[in-house]
């Protein structure tokens, strides 16, 4: 399976950006898809995550109430709709895979994408 994931880009601390994650070769169905970020210097850091077939959605605390983890069937794509954004939240942002159950740790995801730079000037 291949994700690429796009959206990233330059945005003012309080604006808002979509990212989106498509996968090919093998559909999300089943799987849990998630997004991590990755800011120079520190650690892959679990962003949020969803449930394909059943919906249920997961977030980190950093990121709950301002980004909303959502997925299309029929594009067989999960986006990552982040508001309110903080200079912290600068990071290369990755998309993942991995079979149920969901979990924080980037270590249990088996498929990535190249990942997608959001950069948030304050």
């Known amino acids: 399976v291949q994700l690429q994931a796009s959206g990233g880009g330059l945005v003012q601390a309080g604006g808002s950006l979509r990212l989106s994650c498509a996968a090919s070769?093998?559909?999300?169905?089943?799987?849990?898809a998630g997004w991590f970020r990755q800011a120079p210097g520190k650690e892959r850091e679990f962003v949020a995550a969803i449930s394909w077939n059943l919906g249920t959605t997961y977030y980190s605390d950093s990121v709950k109430g301002r980004f909303t983890i959502s997925r299309d069937n029929a594009k067989n794509a999960v986006y990552l709709q982040m508001n309110s954004l903080k200079a912290e939240d600068t990071a290369v942002y990755y998309c993942?895979?991995?079979?149920?159950?969901?979990?924080?740790?980037?270590?249990?995801?088996?498929?990535w994408g190249q990942g997608t730079q959001v950069t948030v000037s304050s």
């Open positions: 070769g093998r559909t999300f169905s089943s799987y849990i």
């Open positions: 993942a895979t991995k079979r149920p159950p969901w979990s924080q740790r980037a270590a249990e995801y088996d498929f």
